[in-house]
Every structure is written in structure tokens, then in C-alpha cells.
């Protein structure tokens, strides 16, 4: 690409996205798909070797066919790893293989990935299919929230990245239990314990908030905090305000759990299950409320439709672009050769198959047959012209109600208008 357009973080998780489905896609006829994982910290030349000797012991794999594809395979990614004195930040994934397509065709498809976060494992596998999860998790991973479990004598907190649970730390009080020793005045005792409380209150909230403010764009990923444990224990904490103020005002809510060491994350997870599934969607969501609203005050400002969005876009009317993330869709342009006339359409290429299993069609000035100039994804297309005229681009998932009905009822295109048009 020669004029990289800055993406924001939704269409970089949309094109990672993308990418992984596709490679899911991919089969092989043979177990004949290899995946290769390379962590930062591992030495080229150890995977290079490694996959020599892979090589060599293909001479035991007893189909012809399968032998020939991982072969070749593997000396597309010897040539490819050239390139790489040592790993990039994040490691890469490399994905190559003799891919199936639709009828009887293959091709060798070899993808590297430079994942969006650091890969901690190292992998070599040949399979029928690529192995796609340890990428598959990043993408989970697009909020954080924070976890705190506690009771009066012990607590543990961490962090929620996507569905992978990540334990931090823990403490544990010198809060005397319930009962008194013999002689103690029962007031006295009262005091202790109330000012042992607090003091590992203060504990708590000073460590889990330093763990949770040290995280990476706190103020954008940190979406809130999580309290777990018995009554009224948690709700004394939050009364307390013990957390730092940021975090304080990042409560999402307390949820009874019975553990209150490592395993009560797990459980404060699960427990909170409904409210996390809220909290991801719910910018999105405002988008689409705002639109939805317009489109029933019927002030002309709500519009959707390919068609309708291509000619506000042009004229710059676009405020905000709504896109979903569920469009698979390609632009074409084609161009006569003999005439040079061109035409542009919009197409679905299905999964298996490629945009050359898209016919073309024929040129209506001189009927010779039309040529494809160039294939772009919808998303990226729309969103370019969208840049040009500066309007806000946001791409809607459809794990939430209003978000899925962007995608079925308004063919997954839609904008809130600057002003009335009549497109
Ligand atoms: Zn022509």
C-alpha cells in the first residue's frame, strides 16, 4: 500500500480480524497446513534448523501429494525467515500451505502475521487446518477490567483481558478473628479489630489500584473494576472508598463470591457475567440508539443503504459512518482493455472462494471482456472516503441486539447526516 491511512484501533482489530478468518478457512487436503509460532525472544536459527529437519523426515510421509506440499511449505517459509535477522516485538505467526479452493484448484497460501500483542509460545504444527487460537484470544482482548476478591482475612485481584483471567497478587490480614481472648474488654477488642480492618482495607486498595493505574492507556482499555465477596464485607469496601479515586469511579458493580484467594476470580468472573456483556457493547450501542432515533424522527438526518452512504459520502455529508463488522464484502474495479472504459461494483465473495471465481462480465461499449484492475475490502473503501470528508468511522459489532439489526435490516451500511440531503 502506497498511501497508508492512520487506523484507528476498531479497524486494526477489523483487518486482524479478517485476516484470521480467512486463514480459517483454509484447508488442506492433507495434513499438509503448517503453522509456525516464533515468540520475540526465540533465535531464528533455531527455527531454521529445526525446520530442516522437518524437511528431512518428510521423506517418511507415505502420500506423494502430502510430502510434495509440505515440502514446498516449508522452503517458502526457510526463504521467507531469510528476511528476519531476529523476531519482531510481538514474535510472528506464519501460516503456509497448500490451500483447497473451490472446484478442484489449490494454491500454496503462505500468511505472516506480526500480532498485535507479544506471543509467548513457541509452535511448530502441520495439521489439515491452521492453528488460529493463540491469535484468536488477542482479539478477544480489546477492554481490560480490573478483578478484586476479598473478605476480612484475605484478598487477591488481577486483571480480565478478553475471557483469559490474569491473577496479579494477593494479601492476607492479621485481622483477629470473632472471638475474644480471656481478659480483653470486649470494647477494647471492638476498636483492634475495626482499626485492623481498615488498615488491611487500605492495603488492598492501595495495591490493587497501583497494579490496575499501571496498566497500559489506563484511561482508554481500564473499562472498570469488579468487587467479589461476601456481604457486607464488599460493600464496606466500596463504602470506604478505599481504592485511588480513578479507580473508585470505575466500579462496575459487587457480586457475591464464596472464594476470596485465586479461585474467586474465576468465580467473580462468572458471577458477573451480565454485566460485562453490557459494558463492551455499550459505545457501540450508543451509536446505533443515536441512529436508530433519528431514523424514527424522520428529520432526514439517518441514512443507509450502500447507495444512499456512497452519495453522502461524496458530498460530504456523512457525520458518522456506521459500518458492521460482520460486512465481508469487496470493491471492484474493472476496466475494459480494448476501450479502456471502467465500472466499479460491489460484490460477496464467499468463503473457499476468491474474487477470480467472480464473474466480470463484458464491457457494454464494446462488449470485449472486463479485466479486474483492483479488489478492495468495503470497509477499508468506505472508510477512506470517509477520512476525506472527516467523518467519524465506527465499525458496530453484532454481539448486541441493535448491532446485529445494523447488519440484517440495513445491509451492515448506515450514517447520522450532517444535515438533511434527500439521498
Ligand atoms: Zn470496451
Known amino acids: 500500500m502506497t498511501e497508508e491511512v492512520e487506523m484507528d484501533d476498531a479497524r486494526k482489530r477489523y483487518e486482524f480480524k479478517k485476516t484470521l478468518e480467512k486463514l480459517e478457512s483454509g484447508e ?20 531454521t534448523n529445526q525446520l530442516k529437519d522437518e524437511f528431512g523426515q518428510c521423506a517418511n510421509i507415505k502420500s506423494k501429494q502430502t510430502r510434495t506440499n ?21 514474535g510472528i505467526a506464519v501460516f503456509c500451505g497448500t490451500v483447497q479452493l473451490y472446484g478442484d484448484r489449490t494454491y500454496l497460501q503462505c500468511t505472516i502475521i506480526e500480532p498485535p500483542e507479544p506471543l509467548n509460545l513457541y509452535m511448530y504444527r502441520c495439521s489439515s487446518k491452521f492453528e488460529l487460537e493463540p491469535l484468536m484470544q488477542m482479539l478477544e482482548e480489546k477492554y481490560v477490567y480490573g478483578l478484586l476478591v476479598l473478605d476480612k ?10 475471557n483469559r483471567i490474569e491473577p496479579m497478587g494477593g494479601a492476607n490480614s492479621t485481622v483477629p478473628g470473632k472471638m ?7 470494647a477494647r477488642f471492638g476498636r483492634l479489630r475495626e482499626i485492623a480492618i481498615d488498615e488491611f482495607y487500605t492495603k488492598i486498595g492501595e495495591r490493587a489500584s497501583a497494579i490496575y493505574l499501571a496498566e497500559k492507556d489506563f484511561f482508554e482499555r481500564f473499562k472498570g473494576v469488579l468487587i467479589g465477596g ?57 451509536f446505533m440508539d443515536r441512529f436508530l432515533k433519528e431514523l424514527v424522527k424522520d428529520a432526514g438526518v439517518a441514512a443507509y443503504g450502500e447507495e444512499s452512504i456512497r452519495k453522502n459520502l461524496e458530498i460530504g455529508a456523512v457525520d458518522t459512518l456506521l459500518l458492521s463488522a460482520s460486512l465481508r464484502k469487496s470493491r471492484l474495479r474493472m476496466k475494459c482493455q480494448s476501450c479502456g472504459y471502467t465500472e466499479e461494483k460491489t460484490v460477496t465473495i464467499p468463503p473457499g472462494k476468491t474474487v477470480r471465481d467472480i464473474p466480470l462480465g463484458n464491457c457494454p461499449k464494446c462488449s470485449a471482456p472486463l479485466v479486474l484492475e483492483e ?13 476525506q470528508s472527516s467523518a467519524k468511522v465506527e465499525l458496530i459489532s453484532d454481539d448486541f441486539e441493535e448491532g446485529s439489526i445494523l447488519y440484517t435490516a440495513f445491509g451492515g451500511i448506515a450514517a447520522i447526516l450532517r444535515y438533511r440531503t434527500g439521498y
Not at 488442506?28 to 527455527?47: A, R
Not at 479488489?375 to 477520512?387: C, N, T
Open 180 to 186: 475474644r481472648k480471656g481478659g480483653q474488654s470486649a
Open 375 to 387: 479488489e478492495v475490502d468495503i470497509i477499508d473503501e468506505l472508510a477512506k472516503i470517509a477520512d
Open 230 to 286: 461476601p456481604s457486607p464485607t464488599k460493600e464496606e469496601f466500596e463504602k470506604g472508598n478505599y481504592l485511588h479515586h480513578e479507580v473508585q469511579k470505575r466500579i462496575i458493580g459487587l457480586f457475591d463470591v464464596a472464594y476470596t484467594n485465586e479461585d474467586g476470580l474465576a468465580e467473580l468472573v462468572d458471577a458477573a457475567k451480565d454485566a460485562l456483556k453490557g459494558m463492551t457493547v455499550i459505545e457501540e450501542k450508543e
Open 28 to 47: 488442506g487436503s492433507g495434513t499438509e497446513l503448517i503453522t509456525l509460532y516464533i515468540p520475540p525472544d526465540k533465535q531464528i536459527y533455531d527455527v
Open 70 to 90: 509440505v515440502q514446498s511449505a516449508i522452503s517458502s517459509i526457510l526463504s521467507r525467515l531469510k528476511y528476519y535477522k531476529r523476531p519482531p516485538a510481538n
Open 153 to 162: 482475612r484475605e484478598a487477591y485481584w488481577g486483571f480480565l483481558r478478553g
